[in-house]
């Protein structure tokens, strides 16, 4: 199975947080259209068929090689103890939130306008 660059998902995670923001603030055919791509290839990236399913499968993505970089780390520094991460071929749990905040603390909910 392929895995998506953490770097690539990061930046799509970004940029679809920040064209919902745009988007919520002025609906233009452009917002609309680039929220439209990053949807679809976020969805194509991470095998999924909705944007909600998407960022969760991505924050999934992220926190295993969080945890694979941090098993690499402990094993440099020789601190005897591992972390417990998934085994070739499992996928990693969803981490427990999904939810995305703007700088002023509002929801970014994945199926609709900010609230």
């Not at 930046?11 to 679809?40: C, F, P, Q, S």
């Not at 290839?41 to 909600?52: A, E, I, P, Q, R």
Request: aromatic share 2%.
């Amino acid at each position: 199975m392929l895995v998506p660059d953490p770097k690539v998902v990061r930046r799509l995670l970004t940029r679809y947080a920040a064209l919902k923001i745009a988007y919520a603030e002025k609906e233009t055919l452009e917002t609309a259209r680039g929220l439209e791509d990053v949807t679809y290839t976020l969805c194509v990236m991470t095998g999924t068929t909705t944007v909600h399913d998407a960022v969760v499968a991505a924050d999934a993505l992220l926190a295993a090689g969080e945890r694979r970089r941090d098993v690499r780390q402990a094993g440099l520094l020789g601190s005897g103890t591992t972390p417990a991460v998934p085994s070739k071929g499992m996928r990693a749990a969803a981490p427990p939130h999904t939810e995305v905040r703007t700088l002023h603390g509002r929801a970014l909910d994945a199926s609709g306008p900010l609230r």
